[in-house]
């Protein structure tokens, strides 16, 4: 190492650096991103057997049952709003609940007991929508182009007006001489 070329390396040194620190944190953010996704999945998967162990209970309570229901969407509601908050953009809709807040038990335990395998169904719909949309913002290879072309479309106008003032200077220079 030589004194001469000192500035050189130390911007090669950091521009390094910089990268790798880059790269640690976008992967711990992924990691976590796909952490929040899976606590989700297990909530949604869990949902079905809360129920079922509800309707199981010996003296039934519908009021329990209706308002630990809704608590337990409005728990995954929050991890959803969570998980887009940290990925930064709307990946999973809070509308794949949709289905599962439509659901109106009734205050006998006979009407509500083919609500299980309707709400098993309506949670296996919900966690393949979760993942569906989560895989394809994290595992779907995106190629360079697709990369640039929604760069292009969010810099449009921008790239229209330099484009517009590059050729309003050629012609300039062209008329001038």
Known sequence: MTFANLPGQLIVLVLGWGFTVYLGLRSNSRAEALKTRDKIVDKLEAL?????????????????????FSGLLSQIELKIGHFNAHVGENVVDVDVLRELRGFEFSETLEEN????????????????????????KFFMKKGMLTYFNGFVHAFYGVIVGAASLLVVYCVGKLIVG
Request: hydrophobic content about 35%.
């Open 113 to 136: 007991e083919a609500f299980y395998s309707k709400i098993r169904h309506a949670s296996w719909n919900a966690i393949d929508t979760v993942e569906m949309d989560s895989n394809e």
């Open 48 to 68: 079905s057997e809360w129920v079922e162990d509800e309707l199981k209970r010996t003296p039934f309570d519908f009021s329990e049952l209706e308002t630990g």
